[in-house]
């Protein structure tokens, strides 16, 4: 049986040979016929800045008043998008679409400028940090993220070193061009992978269905399984802080195969981290609100709630009034329409849009899909989806509603 984990998780755990190793992996600079932007001034944000000209969707994640729901989508950007498949065409390579700067910015703007979403979230992937701390991946056709150095030992721990964020940079001057590409017309988001999700990949060596290989490792050598998650946690949390000071107004945590774990092992082996990486982050950017997405979270909601998040993100298999009413009314909510309602004649997916705002109530609700947008989903619901959400005032939208409940007891 596993030793149970300490809540209070820092790098300090961490053997010192771990940072004084170079990192076996280098980042590969990936060659483009794009020329660079001319360097932009820093931006000077305060982290714990609030103002009443904050976009929309961040003042729902704090809980202020807003007369209406924000509304964004996981996957906005992607395959469904004409553009973008055109794009594609141009630049096959994802690491090439999501690592340069240029095209990060041009296709995070595609949705912006197609449906005017109420939040731009910068095109990338919770794997793009990995080689800035010494883990270097491929991404191929069929097989998707590959990482040929998987660590599960002491030894493999030896690649790890703290995280260069110049090797990121691509990620900072893109969010800076987002934010003044923008303006305060809606929220740049920017998100991360949490430790667990992150390291599903570093252990199995890529993606996998079964998850046998970390899971076991919880039981053979949890003292490596520890330190490799409290290496990511910091990194993660540094990554997180990185985002925001280059303009990100909130950050999004992935913890997307968290589900795949027992309630009991994922409070002890996932939980305590992305706990963790609030702390930290809270402590420089207090007012920086946080959300966090778990595919398959129905059995979690009240143990994601404790993590000291802001917005908890709900997929599309929990019943929104459930999770409102499991959760409660002092922590945000996000989604969670299912994405195939897309694939729906446009009176069902108004119907469900408003089915979902009205069990989340006015305050502190992020509409959003309960998973991300399909590949295949017609352009033309994605707009209606923005269209509606933007017709919802609820001074009316509610007052409808009361109405309409009281003719029915009538």
Known sequence: MATSINTTITTSALPSSLFLQPGVASFNAISHPF???PHLSKFSITCSATSSSDPLLVKAARGDPVSRPPAWMMRQAGRYMAVYRKLA???????ERSEIT???VEISLQPWKAFRPDGVIIFSDILTPLPAFGIDFDIEDVRGPVIQSPIRSEEGLKSLHPIDLEKLSFVGESLKILRQEVGGQAAILGFVGAPWTIATYIV???TTRTYTTIKSMCHTAPHVLRTLLSHLTQAIADYIVYQVESGADCIQIFDSWGGQLPPDMWERWSKPYIKEIVN????KCPKTPIVLYINGNGGLLERMKDTGVDVIGLDWTVDMADGRRRLGSEIGVQGNVDPAYLFSPHAALTEEIQRVVRSAGPRRHILNLGHGVLVGTPEEAVAHFFEVARSLEFESFFQNKAAEDATLVI
């Open 280 to 283: 930290l982050v809270k402590k």
């Open 204 to 206: 199995e060596g890529g």
């Open 89 to 95: 065409e141009k630049y096959p390579s994802f690491r």
């Open 102 to 104: 240029d095209l990060i």
């Open 35 to 37: 020329k660079p932007k």
